[in-house]
């Protein structure tokens, strides 16, 4: 039965320094990607705001499938 | 899936939802404040013979606000949202507009079952799971529809990133789907031994089993219909409204892996001091107190969106309804964690400071989430002007004055309970009987009622607000919808 508890405590310490240093790398990861300007994220916050249909997307999703700015002549309201 | 001058998104579904959200509001809220008002005055509960009974109307109350109203919630900003921030119409897919159609009328026959065969008294007798399985299995065809407009959706979209709010509904989609399968696994009863209503059925689960997969889907019906979703509306409808990205689209996303990576582990906490191993509950008591981490991620990153635009709190209700829905978020988030530690729930157990916790959380924040939310959309779904500005004022004092009339009570009454249980005297016997407290609480199961009073009638309010908007609001020119919701005053 004491084996069971040192086990445990094991696990425990192991878990908790495993899942503090995902998380950790992950603040890290996102981080460095923007500084090695990899990915811009805070970009994406602007997708709430620039929402409408005539709006050019952020990121395109493909070449075949243009934003509706991109085939319309219409000029935007906004 | 052309591309034309005319293109507009369609919120067809979302109108839909709109309407089924304020109707089953009604329905839940009007049922919740006469239960409120029957623990105060036992009398109510004769009304309408065994159909108005606080035991038949309970479920109703919750299976309303929970699958009726904050469901439907959840599909008006949905058919709202997704198509806006995937930058693709509805109109652009029939298929996924008769998707969208079919969901909405499947729901409505679900939901005019559910509220058949509650008040018949037909149960599975598991909390927030009563239905039983017939329509347990109708449910799941209706998610099912739910998970293909989401995914069809996305697979047609512009954009290529996925904006934060998606994550969260899809998150909702994929983490209830998880826990509604698994909670309601049943015999039906008639189908395995010939006997019996072929209505009824067995839990497959036993005992203590039984009561770790129930809070496990309880709670985490909390995580993923009271929280995912409404972080998803906050997510959009904050910045949109105020003009303001959100302020660190970074802690967006570490907060919602934070969340779902903790979220699930912590519904041990409804079992501290049952039969469940003791490392279970030391595990849900740990977890919760985590969860304030990612849970304070979000509500922070809300608030420091209006960084520099407070003004907006005083010009506008809108941002006053969903700042304050943040802060009670963060309220409740850290109320709960609280609750959660071993020794405060050996006193809060049982007590009234539950309900009045889940109600500081639903009524500041996931009512007040979603209504600012309608609020937003009614103007561009109808093409209106807010019908009137004063009235959301006074309907948001009305309901913060309910709330906090609600969940004031329920702490004193709750730890009054909590202590007069626990009381002893010098030999060790109990010193009140169950019938004393009840005598004490008395008073403030009178002001939970009428909390809940204001609280409905300032929701009635709001569905005037929006049936005015729509029937007879002033047209509004498309121009003035990118930011801040025109009103009339």
Excluded: C
């Amino acid at each position: 039965m004491n084996d069971i508890y040192e086990y445990q405590g094991y696990a425990y310490f192991f878990f908790t320094v495993f899942l503090t240093l995902i998380l950790y790398g992950y603040i890290i990861h996102l981080y460095r990607s923007e500084k090695k300007g990899i990915r811009d994220y805070e970009k994406y916050g602007k997708m709430a705001l620039d929402d409408e249909i005539t709006d050019k997307p952020i990121e395109e999703k493909s070449e075949q499938k243009k934003s509706v700015d991109d085939t319309d002549e219409k000029p935007k309201e906004q | 899936m052309q591309n034309n001058a005319a293109l507009e998104y369609d919120y067809t579904i979302a109108k839909m939802f709109v309407f089924s959200t304020i109707l089953f509001g009604i329905v839940g809220m009007v049922i919740g404040t006469l239960i409120a008002a029957q623990l105060a005055f036992p009398e109510l509960n004769y009304l309408l013979g065994e159909y108005g009974t606080f035991s038949r109307l309970r479920p109703l109350h919750t299976n309303g606000v929970i699958f009726g109203f904050t469901l439907s919630g959840i599909w008006a900003t949905w058919y709202y949202v997704g198509q806006r921030v995937l930058k693709v119409s509805m109109a652009e897919s029939p298929f996924l507009m008769a998707i969208g159609k079919l969901h909405f009328w499947l729901y409505m026959l679900v939901m005019v079952l559910a509220v058949v065969t509650l008040l018949m008294g037909i149960t599975a007798s598991k909390e927030y799971a009563q239905l039983e399985w017939p329509l347990d299995l109708l449910v799941v065809v209706v998610w099912v529809l739910w998970g293909l407009s989401i995914f069809g959706l996305i697979g047609i979209r512009r954009e290529k990133t996925l904006y934060i709010s998606m994550w969260y509904y899809i998150a909702t989609f994929l983490g209830i789907a998880m826990l509604y399968l698994f909670n309601n696994m049943a015999i039906p009863t008639q189908l395995v031994t010939g006997y019996g209503s072929w209505l009824h059925s067995v839990s497959m689960y036993a005992g203590t089993n039984d009561a770790l997969v129930q809070w496990w889907y309880g709670h985490n019906a909390v995580a993923f219909g009271f929280t995912v979703p409404i972080i998803a509306m906050i997510y959009y409808f904050l910045p949109k409204e105020s003009g303001q990205a959100v302020y660190s689209y970074k802690l967006s996303l570490l907060s919602f892996w934070g969340l779902m990576f903790v979220y699930l582990w912590a519904g041990g906490h409804h079992l501290i001091y049952s039969t469940v191993p003791d490392w279970m509950q030391s595990m849900g008591s740990v977890f919760s107190v985590v969860l304030i981490l990612p849970s304070w991620g979000s509500a922070i990153n809300m608030l420091l969106t209006m960084k520099g635009e407070w003004n907006q709190l005083t010009e506008n209700p809108l941002i006053k309804f969903m700042v304050l829905a943040s802060t009670f978020y963060m309220l409740s988030t850290l109320e709960g964690p609280i609750q959660s530690i071993k020794s405060v729930n050996a006193i809060a157990h049982f007590t009234d400071w539950i309900p009045g916790h889940v109600h500081d959380g639903v009524l500041g924040w996931v009512v007040f989430m979603i209504m600012a939310a309608i609020f937003h959309m009614a103007p561009r779904l109808f093409n209106k002007e807010l019908y009137s500005k004063s009235l959301v004022e006074k309907q948001f004092w009305l309901q913060t004055t309910g709330i906090v009339l609600y969940f004031s009570s329920m702490w004193i009454a709750g730890i009054t309970q909590g202590m007069m249980w626990r009381a002893v005297d010098e030999y060790g016997n109990l010193a009140y009987s169950f019938i004393d407290t009840v005598t004490v609480l008395h008073p403030y199961y009178t002001i939970r009622a009428v909390g809940g009073l204001l609280y409905l009638i300032g929701f009635f309010m709001f569905a005037y607000n929006i049936y005015k908007t729509f029937a007879s609001g002033k047209e509004v020119d498309g121009s003035t919808l990118q930011n801040k919701t025109p009103m009339s005053a």
